[in-house]
């Protein structure tokens, strides 16, 4: 399971007529603290083809997020590239949502309601109230908050909470949705329930994502498509096919086989990364 073997966790679906939604590039990233310049990813590239769950999986610290940040259009790469539909991703746009882990991510003097239509109307999807409110009810359905449309967020539990902000993330429609560990801070019972329906709505609308999370059970879960990183700074370990598993594979035989390849392959380099620390001690 390698970037010579594409296909270590099954057989690709059949992409190699169709052009990437999101192309990167060779792309590295960096962010300055007050002390130090620091690389958050080197030449990492990878394709992202319409409607691709594809999950960039990788330890704290790989760059991850920062590479969310960077499709999002909020960091320029130092090196490489990054297209969206074969156009330079240079600012944020419509065209990109992000979901955050965070459940303070809602508006908290706006209703559910609210929150999705003060998206549409103010990111130039609608033109009119009544158009934005329509568009506001049907993806508050599909993430099952009927009767919940006029509660204000500090009266929804955490899960609830990330409902609405995927159902204001899918109503904008984007090409692209960025969903960075969506359900970290969500308990156990919670996040696989998220999960389940996360993969609904995609059976409903198939839309395209680019999920991140450092959990391999997830990431075998959620995504069609899975990116391997390393650790700091992040490079592209492998890509795997993960289309065919889902939450009633784990446990089996190959669920686990391929969950135990990737923590190997992770747990590696952090043995690596010890011995080296100890030598230049």
Same mark, same amino acid.
């Given at each position: /399971?390698?970037?010579?073997?594409?296909?270590?966790?099954?057989?690709?679906?059949?992409?190699?007529?169709?052009?990437?939604?999101? &192309?990167?590039? +060779?792309?590295?990233?960096?962010?300055?603290?007050?002390?130090?310049?620091?690389?958050?990813? %080197?030449?990492?590239?990878?394709?992202?083809?319409?409607?691709?769950? $594809?999950?960039?999986?990788?330890?704290? +610290?790989?760059?991850?997020? #920062?590479?969310?940040?960077?499709?999002?259009? %909020?960091?320029?790469?130092?090196? +490489?590239?990054?297209?969206?539909?074969?156009?330079?991703?240079?600012?944020?746009?419509?065209?990109? !949502?992000?979901? *955050?882990?965070? $459940? &303070?991510?809602?508006?908290?003097?706006?209703?559910?309601?609210? @929150?999705?239509?003060?998206?549409?109307?103010?990111?130039?999807?609608? #033109?009119?109230?009544?158009?934005? &409110?329509?568009?506001? /009810?049907?993806?508050?359905?599909?993430?099952?908050? &009927?009767?919940?449309?006029?509660? %204000?967020?500090?009266?929804?539990? +955490?899960?609830?909470?990330?409902? !609405?902000?995927?159902?204001?993330? /899918?109503?904008?429609?984007?090409?692209?949705?960025?969903?960075?560990?969506? $359900?970290?801070?969500?308990?156990?019972?919670?996040?696989?329930? /998220?999960?389940?329906?996360?993969?609904?709505?995609?059976?409903?609308?198939?839309?395209?994502?680019? *999920?991140?999370?450092?959990?391999?059970?997830?990431?075998?879960?959620?995504?069609?498509?899975?990116?391997?990183?390393?650790?700091?700074?992040?490079?592209?370990?492998?890509?795997?096919?993960?289309?065919?598993? @889902?939450?009633?594979?784990?446990?089996?035989?190959? *669920?686990?086989? !391929?969950?135990?390849?990737?923590?190997?392959?992770? $747990?590696?380099?952090?043995?690596?990364?010890?011995?080296?620390?100890?030598?230049?001690?």
């Amino acid at each position: /399971m390698d970037t010579q073997n594409p296909e270590a966790a099954g057989p690709a679906p059949a992409a190699s007529d169709i052009e990437p939604i999101l &192309d990167v590039d +060779g792309v590295t990233l960096q962010y300055k603290t007050k002390e130090h310049l620091i690389t958050a990813t %080197y030449q990492v590239s990878f394709h992202v083809y319409p409607a691709d769950r $594809f999950v960039l999986l990788g330890p704290s +610290g790989c760059g991850k997020s #920062t590479i969310l940040k960077g499709v999002a259009g %909020y960091m320029r790469p130092v090196e +490489g590239e990054m297209r969206l539909k074969g156009r330079d991703i240079k600012d944020p746009g419509p065209d990109r !949502v992000m979901v *955050f882990q965070e $459940f &303070d991510q809602l508006l908290p003097w706006k209703t559910v309601k609210q @929150n999705i239509t003060f998206a549409l109307l103010n990111g130039g999807k609608c #033109t009119s109230s009544h158009e934005a &409110d329509e568009i506001a /009810m049907e993806y508050i359905h599909k993430v099952k908050l &009927d009767r919940f449309e006029n509660t %204000y967020p500090h009266m929804l539990s +955490g899960g609830m909470k990330q409902r !609405v902000a995927i159902a204001r993330g /899918m109503a904008m429609e984007p090409d692209i949705l960025l969903m960075d560990e969506p $359900f970290a801070a969500l308990d156990a019972l919670t996040r696989l329930q /998220m999960q389940k329906e996360l993969l609904q709505l995609w059976e409903d609308t198939h839309f395209t994502v680019l *999920f991140v999370t450092h959990s391999i059970e997830e990431a075998l879960i959620v995504g069609s498509r899975i990116l391997v990183l390393s650790p700091h700074p992040g490079q592209v370990k492998a890509e795997l096919n993960a289309h065919h598993l @889902n939450h009633d594979n784990v446990g089996d035989a190959e *669920f686990s086989n !391929v969950q135990q390849r990737i923590h190997d392959m992770l $747990f590696a380099d952090r043995i690596l990364e010890d011995e080296l620390e100890t030598e230049d001690a």
